[in-house]
């Protein structure tokens, strides 16, 4: 089978599974494992990604504006590469192409390749979609074994620790940080993961997107701990953003609230297997 995949979480999901070799093609944000870096790159974006995140933020939202998109698709080297299955998403057309697009593209393609659309939205929605690869690439069975491992490993990590969790200790609220400019707060599965890892996410609901929110109302949130995992950035490029950061009433939360930061690109923006990592 040739499969296409458009979404990170996907090709992660793939090679996980042991399905790499089916591969021949990817899109411009797909880096893991580093071996499919070789191959193919279907889509591509008019933003400059080494731009401040303030920069980037507005240069989307003006493609949004005047009905430009903020990925494209190279339609004639999706057709060379003849795909039999094409992943996409419906989650975020910032993240990736919308499965919308790529059903008409594939519609117009002879022959039409199947198309699938990964949705997930909290960690139950990660065990679906790996389990909808691995029903399409016929490794149902590694799907079904890789998720039993996910989530016994989840489960370990939750098992309640005394001394983590003694009433003298209590349970940290935290807050975890999706983008600094504008301030967005991480939703969906990350909840979840903070749960797991012995906190309270006081910042959002599990499953529930990504929220905009003011830096003024953090503080009523009464954080223990900050997490700053920026959506497609690693810890460096993180912590440039974090220094570069000059809002007064931001400055002031950090500076008095310990702030941890996580490799956002590798680990909690993409929904496939490393979000257990």
Request: with cysteine; charged share 20%; hydrophobic share 45%.
């Amino acid at each position: 089978m040739r499969v296409v995949s458009l979404l990170p979480a996907a090709t992660e999901i793939v090679a996980t599974l042991g399905g790499e070799e089916n591969l021949v093609g990817i899109s411009h944000e797909c880096d893991y494992p580093p071996s499919v870096r070789q191959l193919p790159r279907v889509t591509t974006t008019p933003i400059d990604i080494h731009q401040p995140g303030a920069a980037i933020d507005a240069a989307v939202r003006a493609l949004v504006s005047a009905g430009h998109p903020v990925i494209a698709v190279d339609v004639d080297l999706l057709r060379r590469l003849a795909p039999d299955l094409i992943i996409t998403q419906e989650l975020c057309e910032v993240c990736a192409v919308s499965d919308g697009q790529i059903h008409r593209l594939a519609t117009a393609m002879q022959p039409a390749p199947r198309v699938l659309a990964l949705g997930a939205h909290d960690v139950a929605g990660i065990w679906t979609d790996i389990r909808a690869v691995g029903e399409a690439l016929d490794l149902a069975d590694e799907a079904d074994e890789l998720i039993l491992g996910l989530s016994s490993r989840l489960r370990r990590l939750s098992a309640p620790d005394p001394a983590r969790r003694s009433q003298a200790y209590g349970i940290p609220r935290v807050i975890c940080i999706e983008w600094l400019q504008p301030l967005y707060l991480a939703g969906h599965w990350v909840p979840e993961l903070v749960v797991a890892a012995g906190g309270e996410d006081v910042g959002a609901e599990p499953g529930v997107r990504s929220a905009r929110r003011e830096w003024g109302d953090l503080a009523q949130l009464r954080p223990d701990t900050i997490i700053v995992m920026l959506c497609g950035f690693d810890v460096p490029r993180a912590v440039r953003e974090l220094v570069a950061l000059t809002d007064p009433t931001a400055r002031g939360l950090l500076d008095r609230t310990p702030v941890w930061v996580l490799d956002g690109n590798a680990y909690t923006s993409r929904p496939g297997p490393r979000v257990v990592d």
